[in-house]
């Protein structure tokens, strides 16, 4: 095999199916015969032209779950034949002054899966080797794929701020962000509140875990959250600062308003919900890959899975249709391998 199949984004909307050289990987990288890759929300960066260059061509996607198949010159702890995946994050430098303080998450020489480098939208990506993640052989690459993005996210936000077992957590919005926070909370051990619009919403919020369920429809969050007590940690998953804004004054004393959902219009909150009581309000982006694998081997351990919808290769820009149309429950997976 001398070429591969892939989707390359170029200009607004606009996916195209090409045939692309297979090439030797780089100087500490890996090449990666795909299996599974989900398509995040975020892809919109690369197929809506949000980036520099946007007639510069670029293969979206970055929940990727593959093979390796090759190795470039360097790399030591990694082989042909190791199943792996990659994430948004394509892999820290490892020299700049955020990877010598440890932080690799904020590395300042770090390529953007899928957006500023090639992804997973096709049968063949390339990443490197500080940016892999190792996939247990008994989690279905489908499973997997967006346990890299969406579920490291959610993981990592839960662990912004110490949180004693049995304290109340609250998950904002149930989506595909949502539904998998809801899970990691259980499983953590937390007193869950689950944060919606509508009754309907409430048999699956119990269903994935939460104990309490609020709906915002017709409640006031945040007063809702300080009369069970007041939540250690909130996190906001939905794409609406305006939804966010009540939320802080259901924090507990210390707590934490964890924000993970891109949201067009801004957050407000009143000075004082803030100063009394100690609050804050963070912002968290993912997690390193060694970080991933924690949250790959924890939600294997807890039986913690996304709910999707797998597509066929063929239809990329159909799955990418259907996640962008809000309707996917929740996650879509695209069957490279299959």
């Known amino acids: 095999m001398s070429t591969y199949r892939a989707f390359e984004a170029t200009g607004v909307h606009n996916l195209r199916l090409v045939e692309r050289d297979l090439v030797d990987p780089a100087p500490g990288h890996v090449r990666v015969r795909v299996e599974a890759c989900g398509v995040c929300h975020s892809d919109v960066l690369a197929v809506e032209g ?19 198949d090759a190795v470039g010159a360097g790399v030591t702890a990694w082989r042909p034949g190791d199943r792996v995946g990659i994430g948004f994050l394509n892999g820290h430098c490892g020299e700049c002054e955020r990877c010598r303080r440890g932080d690799f998450v904020n590395c300042l020489h770090q390529e953007q899966t899928g957006t500023t480098v090639d ?45 004693r077992a049995g304290a109340l957590v609250a998950v904002q919005g149930i989506g595909g962000l949502g539904h998998l926070a809801l899970q990691y909370a259980r499983g953590l051990g937390y007193r869950v509140a689950a944060i919606a619009r509508g009754r309907e919403k409430e048999k699956l919020a119990r269903e994935l875990g939460a104990h309490e369920y609020i709906d915002s429809a017709v409640t006031d969050p ?92 063929a239809q990329a820009m159909d799955g990418y249709e259907r996640m962008l149309s809000g309707n996917a429950r929740f996650r879509v997976v695209l069957d490279i391998a299959g």
């Not at 096709?122 to 052989?137: K, M, T």
């Not at 996190?235 to 507990?252: D, E, F, H, I, Q």
């Open 50 to 68: 949000l980036r520099t260059d946007p007639s510069s061509p670029v293969v979206p996607g970055h929940e990727i779950v593959g093979l390796i």
């Open 119 to 163: 992804g997973g939208y096709a049968e063949v990506a390339y990443a490197r080797a500080s940016g892999l993640v190792r996939v247990p052989d008994d989690m279905p690459a489908a499973d997997a794929a967006p346990l890299l993005c969406a579920g490291l996210t959610t993981f990592t936000a839960l662990q912004q701020a110490p949180i």
């Open 222 to 313: 945040g007063t809702a959250l300080a009369d069970l007590g007041g939540a250690a940690a909130i996190v906001a998953t939905a794409s609406s600062g305006t939804s966010m804004n009540p939320l802080v004054r259901g924090l507990a004393p210390g707590g934490s308003l964890v924000v993970v959902g891109a949201a067009p219009d801004p957050l407000t909150v009143a000075t004082p919900d803030l100063i009394f009581g100690t609050r804050r309000i963070v912002g968290s982006l993912t997690g390193s890959s060694i970080e991933n694998e924690d949250n790959l081997a924890f939600s294997l351990a807890h039986g913690i899975r996304p709910s999707i919808e797998t597509m066929p290769f």
